[in-house]
């Protein structure tokens, strides 16, 4: 008698547990949210998302734009962010002891979306010592400049640089208020059109130096590997769609990003100013540690970022890159 009401208050039990189980649902996705700024190379986020490869592995992302990189770097050491999407170089000015964040994946790298607007008689970048120059001092808009400016025996001292956004440089340039703009697309296009000035130098020329990525903060990595892991797989997934799906990859892409870029054909014109990167791309990008590709980025970002008094440390690659999400995908 004992022993049959003892397995009977055990069955009772389990079922009791099982029924708990079924009604608790499934459990709750990771919340992961980004800020970034308008731009065609940060289009594979939204496709992702769109598609549900994030949703897939339990992985709940919000994509914020947010058009000032000091605003949602700001975001993100206060913790309201879990990393962004920027150029890889600008954000080691943000990097600290105090505010540790490490890039995860590549999304793409300029080429030919960023240009210099310069008068039609300059023929090259030494042509313009002395002028007058639109720019968005601590931005890529510098970081590149600042390279080309090296490259031609020059440096900031043989230009006057007036500090602007892009898209207000790429506005004074159309209403010759200043000769030369460091921009980007889509206003390197439409001065074309309108035949007003040249695009003096594109980053076609420069391949590599401008290139974006996910960064995530160092404690969400270390709390949440397995949404890392997601984020990594979704991006490769939609690199995949691009390449075999562009026009739908383009169509949505383009609605979700929004801003300058909700056409489509706008978005596919763009598109064709930057590189995507994938999975294998990845892995050749992140290789190689301070000897390889992204090594090298940051060693030239610490040259010129760190001549201009920017760096709050001495950024080396172990503490700006983590590497293992895309080499185990």
């Avoid at 079922?15 to 949210?33: D, F, H, I, R, Y």
């Avoid at 892995?283 to 590709?293: I, R, V």
Wanted: negative net charge; contains cysteine.
């Amino acid at each position: 008698m004992t022993n049959t009401f003892s397995r009977l208050r055990i069955a009772a039990l389990a079922a009791g547990m099982a029924l708990t189980a079924l009604s608790a649902g499934p459990a709750a996705a990771t919340e992961m949210k980004l800020g970034m700024t308008t731009w065609v190379g940060y289009g594979p986020l939204f496709l992702a998302k769109e598609l549900g490869y994030f949703k897939d592995g339990g992985l709940d992302v919000e994509l914020e734009i947010i058009e000032e990189s000091s605003l949602y770097m700001a975001s993100m050491a206060a913790g309201r962010l879990q990393g962004n999407a920027s150029t890889i170089d600008e954000i080691m000015k943000y990097r600290s002891d105090d505010v540790c964040f490490k890039a995860v994946y590549a999304l793409d790298d300029s080429n030919g979306g960023d240009g210099i607007l310069a008068p039609k008689d300059v023929k090259d970048v030494a042509g313009l010592k002395g002028m007058e120059v639109g720019m968005n001092e601590g931005s890529v808009s510098q970081f590149w400049f600042s390279i080309l400016l090296k490259q031609a025996g020059l440096t900031e001292e043989d230009v006057e640089i007036t500090n602007m956004t892009a898209d207000d440089a790429a506005a004074a340039f159309m209403a010759d208020r200043i000769p030369v703009a460091i921009t980007w697309e889509p206003h390197l296009t439409l001065a074309k059109k309108a035949d007003k000035g040249q695009v003096l130098v594109n980053s076609s020329e420069t391949p590599g130096l401008i290139v974006d990525v996910v960064a995530l903060r160092c404690d969400f990595i270390e709390a949440h590997p397995e949404a890392v892991d997601t984020l990594v797989k979704g991006l490769n997934k939609a690199y995949d769609y691009i390449q075999s799906n562009q026009d739908e990859a383009y169509e949505i892409m383009a609605k979700s990003v929004g801003g300058w870029l909700e056409d489509p054909a706008e978005f596919a014109a763009s598109a064709e100013g930057v590189s995507f990167y994938g999975e294998e791309r990845n892995k050749e990008f992140f290789a190689g540690g301070d000897d390889g590709e992204a090594g090298k980025l940051l060693a030239l970002g610490d040259e010129i970022w760190g001549g201009l008094g920017k760096l709050q440390m001495d950024v080396k690659y172990d503490d700006i890159v983590d590497p293992s999400f895309v080499n185990k995908n």
